[in-house]
């Protein structure tokens, strides 16, 4: 499972998770302060997301050869057409179905983010994205005004609202 706002989290942190530390590469790590425009910063998260999305498959793959060795399902094998008259376990090839796969979440709130840093980054020129990354880094404390900001005034999709529906169609 992907989380797509931790891919966010992950570019504004230079590929670090805000709440562990622990490190997650970027494809490509870039000086926050050098992104000019918010189209750019969304090829950018929409680059981020295909590098995480291909890793994401690299892992399911290697799930995908091991799980025929150790863990056959026979009995969903017997419900899935082909498996019988291959004579080949699910998990093992036996039916065109797939039995795992890479999944999504969050997009609701990375779209309301992002529109978020549309607005008050790059068209309102509040605050620079170094900013705003330290600002999350402070959890807002003494940052409460850019809070308010960024939450009561962005567009949110699932309001009928063109810019965070057409991010979301977008994505």
Known sequence: RINMAMVLQLMLNHGKAALTGDAFPLKEDRDLDSVSSFREFFDWYKSELLHFGGLAMDCINLLDES???????????VLMEGCYEKGL?????????????VNLCGMANVVDSLNAIRQVVFEEKKVTLSQLAEALRA???GYEDLQRELSDHAPKFGNDQDDADDCMNDM
């Open 139 to 141: 959890d807002f404390q």
């Open 67 to 77: 799980v025929m060795h150790y863990y056959p399902t026979p009995y969903l094998s």
């Open 89 to 101: 376990d699910v998990t093992g090839g036996g039916t065109v179905y797939n039995n795992s796969g």
